[in-house]
Nanobody, 121 residues
Framework: VQLQASGGGAVQAGGSLRLACAASGRTSSNYAMGWFRQAPGKERECVAAIMWSGGSMYYADSVKGRFTISRDNAKNTVWLQMNSLKPEDTAVYSC???????????????WGQGTQVTVSS
């Protein structure tokens, strides 16, 4: 599975961004997908994940109520809608895929390249 993330950029606090992760590969739609972020000097964290059917989702406490993960298997794309952005959301965001949500959060099988999100106060 190959993953390509896009949609990062610079916004002011309170603004919104929508990240997209395009997946390719014959069975890409069978994988759970997740979005991770890593800020300078901090550990990488999973902020959201979604199972292959879209029926179950995970959100980190820090983004609950502000971020929404969704997927369209027909388009092989997963999105991360980020609203009410805060300066502490500034990080490199990457998408990843795994066999289950838990596996994706813990140890994804596949990674895409990162996209920078910068939120200014």
């Amino acid at each position: 599975v190959q993953l390509q993330a896009s949609g990062g950029g610079a916004v002011q606090a309170g603004g919104s961004l929508r990240l997209a992760c395009a997946a390719s590969g014959r069975t890409s739609s069978n994988y759970a997908m997740g979005w991770f972020r890593q800020a300078p000097g901090k550990e990488r964290e999973c902020v959201a994940a979604i199972m292959w059917s879209g029926g179950s989702m995970y959100y980190a406490d820090s983004v609950k109520g502000r971020f929404t993960i969704s997927r369209d298997n027909a388009k092989n794309t997963v999105w991360l809608q980020m609203n009410s952005l805060k300066p502490e959301d500034t990080a490199v965001y990457s998408c990843a895929a795994g066999s289950t949500i838990i596996a994706t959060i813990d140890r994804p099988n596949y990674w895409g390249q990162g996209t920078q999100v910068t939120v200014s106060s």
